[in-house]
Nanobody, 110 residues
Framework: QVQLVESGGGLVQPGGSLTLSCAAS????????MRWYRQAPGKQRELVAS???????NYADAVKGRFTISRDNAKRMMYLQMTSLKLEDTAVYYC????WGQGTQVTVSS
């Protein structure tokens, strides 16, 4: 059974950095596009970034130039490096392959 587990969330000040990780188990990780989503309180879940199995990345305009998505197929890991964090980046961040992870909270606050 495929499972995804996010980690790395936390509290950070505006302008700070944080790196999220997504660990996959159950096989097949290297075969499909992986995505990071986020959901802020009272808002719909939105796509943040995606990365194909070959490493081609795409980003939402709101995070372009600040976030970097990457993956390590051998380790079955995906990452989201977040820099220059803003208050509006506060959300629960989810990784998604063929299933959803449980999410990790990122709070940007002074």
């Amino acid at each position: 059974q495929v499972q995804l587990v996010e980690s790395g969330g936390g509290l950070v000040q505006p302008g700070g950095s944080l790196t999220l990780s997504c660990a996959a188990s159950g096989g097949g990780f290297s075969s499909y596009t992986m995505r990071w989503y986020r959901q802020a309180p009272g808002k719909q879940r939105e796509l943040v970034a995606s990365i194909t199995r070959d490493g081609i990345a795409n980003y939402a305009d709101a995070v372009k130039g600040r976030f970097t998505i990457s993956r390590d197929n051998a380790k079955r890991m995906m990452y989201l490096q977040m820099t220059s964090l803003k208050l509006e980046d506060t959300a629960v961040y989810y990784c998604k392959g063929i299933v959803w992870g449980q999410g990790t909270q990122v709070t940007v606050s002074s």
